[in-house]
């Protein structure tokens, strides 16, 4: 059997996640190249696990013909500008999440994978890819809620992780609040409800951390959404969750509602002692989408090999963005945004 030669750009947080994946958990497809601007950690990688090529030049991996696939883990300001250029190449892409950080880049990158429908562009929405979020998905479509009318979603980092993110977002835009973690919230309320957004209202602001303000984002923040259809969209997003990673959606529907993750436990375990009874929550992205991250990656390779288009789409990504950044429009005017003006 054929196996997709893969090239990853970016070995950080999720990029080595990815890594793991493509080089040991997945059959038809192998590690072929890793590269990060970073020599130490290229180095590091492909000692580890034994890869044959390591670049901190991304154009220079670009140069090897050997790779079949390019997947780009990279800060989020470089996705637009390496998947155009993979694609140019002839190179498959998988890209992390956002598609781009500004509407305009956006665009540009959809005519590029639009210009190269022989090769598969997948985007990393890796939530259509939990079992329980997809398990959802067909309940929506089996008609068991009725008709979608509203959606809440909580996006909720950890506490923990504020001062590394402080300073992620100094070195490295990450496109505020709305771009960066709602993103997925937006993306799952297109995909379940089936409509577009018409407006937008977004609030926030740096309550524990008042730096979030400095940087013009915010730590805790809300966006409330009508969309085209008339329902309605609460998106809550924050950095400050105490009680660790927290990803919790509700669909309301006109005859009954699911909820996905009300609470966000790592476990079937209960412990209890002289605090009371004590559930364990999940400590980040890692952990409560592992299966996701595996499965949105197999998706990703046999399409290639099957010779089909993932059902995540460059346009679910002009989408979001757009709408992503409505929020964010709207979060720093205060005012109301109108995505059809
Ligand atoms: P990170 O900062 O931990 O890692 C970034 C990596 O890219 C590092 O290896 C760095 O050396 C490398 N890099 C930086 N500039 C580069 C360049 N110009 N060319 C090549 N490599 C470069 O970042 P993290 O958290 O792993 O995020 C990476 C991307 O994944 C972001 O776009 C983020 O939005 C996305 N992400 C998606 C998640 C999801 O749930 N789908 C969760 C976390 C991140």
Redesign the pocket.
């Known amino acids: 059997m054929k196996k997709v030669k893969v090239g990853i750009?970016?070995?950080?947080?999720?990029?080595c996640q990815h890594a793991e994946n493509i080089a040991f958990r997945i059959p038809n497809c192998e590690l072929t190249a890793v590269?990060?601007?970073?020599e130490d950690?290229v180095k590091e990688v492909q000692e580890k696990w034994g890869i044959p090529y390591s670049y901190t030049n991304?154009d220079e991996m670009l140069k090897n013909k050997e790779l079949d696939a390019i997947f780009i883990?990279?800060?989020?300001g470089?996705?637009c500008e390496?998947i155009t250029k993979a694609l140019q190449a002839g190179f498959h892409v998988f890209s992390?999440?956002?598609l781009g950080l500004y509407l305009e880049e956006a665009l540009e990158v959809q005519k590029v994978v639009d210009a190269h429908l022989d090769k598969v562009f997948m985007l990393?929405?890796?939530r259509r890819y939990d079992k329980s979020y997809a398990a959802a998905k067909q309940k929506i479509d089996n008609g068991d809620i009725g008709d979608p009318i509203l959606i809440r979603c909580y996006g909720l980092d950890p506490a923990s992780q504020m001062d590394n993110f402080l300073k992620?977002a100094k070195a490295?835009y990450?496109g505020g609040l709305f771009l960066?973690m709602s993103i997925?919230d937006l993306d799952l309320a297109r995909w379940y409800m089936a409509t577009e957004a018409q407006e937008v209202w977004a609030i926030g602001g740096g309550y524990a951390r008042p730096e979030f303000e400095e940087i013009q984002d915010a730590e805790t923040g809300v966006a409330m959404v009508r969309f085209e259809n008339n329902a309605i969209g609460i998106f809550v997003a924050g950095r400050n969750c105490a009680h660790g990673y927290h990803i919790e959606t509700e669909i309301i529907g006109t005859k009954g509602s699911i909820r996905i993750g009300t609470l966000p436990e790592r476990n079937q375990i209960v412990l209890l002692q002289e605090n009371g009874a004590v559930k364990e929550c999940y400590d980040g992205?890692l952990e409560r989408?592992e299966q996701a991250?595996l499965s949105e990656v197999e998706e990703f390779i046999n399409c290639i090999l099957e010779k089909r288009k993932p059902a995540v789409t460059v346009q679910d990504g002009v989408e979001s963005t757009k709408l992503g950044y409505a929020c964010k429009k709207s979060f720093e005017t205060r005012q109301l945004v109108n995505l059809q003006d």
């Open positions: 750009v970016g070995l950080g947080r999720l990029g590269c990060s601007v970073v950690e991304y883990a990279s800060p989020s470089f996705h390496q992390e999440k956002p990393g929405f890796m992620f490295n990450s960066d997925h992205f989408f991250y």
